[in-house]
């Protein structure tokens, strides 16, 4: 069982630039429907690159808030729970506990994780922080995004509980790897083939795996 907290949101506006964002949430009081995109009522400002099937509910570990501040020590009053633009967030898990194609239940929904979360330029405008998104992504400190596979009914008060365990590797582990400078081409195509990823990074892991084998003249393994 996971202890969580849900958010939504609408858009509003950053404070410098004044671009549209969807970042802010507030915590939810009341039930809420989950459906294949999404909570009901939260909204993605650019929807080139956020929402959708594959990014339908994002869940931040709430731990990853003490690392930020260490860095990030101009920011801590603002690095608490929901600040990431999180729908989900729980103190209980991080990416070294999940895997891709993990099959969870929030209320009467069930979620399948599907890939990690790539931080954007958004997250130091809204921070004040220049380079927190970048350090974000070296360490590792991403969250993850559910698809929705059985849409339902969501309670604040519902926990995380796990129906299914998917093999193979951990996310920290896959995020590891995707963040080496030149990975193995093969230990890229066994992440690329892990059950339940996301169409969209399991096409960006072949492409680098490919563009690697090129570069690189490394030749697949012949069975």
């Known amino acids: 069982m996971t202890n969580v907290v849900l958010f939504t949101g609408g858009i509003s506006t950053l404070p410098v630039s004044g671009r549209p964002t969807g970042i802010y949430k507030q915590r ?3 039930p809420l429907d989950l ?13 080139r690159v956020h929402g959708g099937a594959d990014k339908a509910v994002h869940l931040y570990p709430s731990t990853h808030f003490a690392t930020l501040a260490a860095r990030f020590p101009e920011a801590v009053g603002t690095l608490i729970a929901g600040s990431m633009g999180e729908n989900i967030a729980s103190a209980d898990r991080d990416e ?3 895997r891709i194609g993990d099959i969870f239940q929030l209320g009467s929904a069930h979620l399948e994780v599907c890939q990690p979360r790539n931080p954007c330029w958004k ?17 590792g400190l991403c969250g993850w ?3 929705v ?13 796990q129906l299914h365990a998917a093999a193979g590797i951990s ?12 990975p193995a081409p093969d230990d890229l195509e066994q992440l690329a083939a892990m059950p339940g990823i996301a169409a969209g990074w399991q096409r960006k892991i072949r492409e680098r795996a490919a563009w690697l084998r090129l570069q ?8």
Not at 171 to 182: V, Y
């Open 123 to 139: 997250i130091d405008e809204r921070f004040n922080c220049t380079g927190m998104a970048a350090f974000i992504a070296e360490q």
């Open 28 to 30: 939810a009081n009341a």
């Open 96 to 98: 070294s506990q999940i």
């Open 216 to 223: 690189f003249h490394v030749k697949p393994d012949t069975p």
């Open 171 to 182: 996310l920290a582990t896959a995020l590891a790897l995707w963040r080496e400078h030149r």
């Open 145 to 147: 995004y559910f698809r």
């Open 35 to 47: 459906g294949l995109t999404g909570f009901a009522g939260d909204r993605q400002a650019d929807l």
């Open 149 to 161: 596979i059985q849409a339902g009914r969501v309670s604040p008060e519902d926990s995380l509980e």
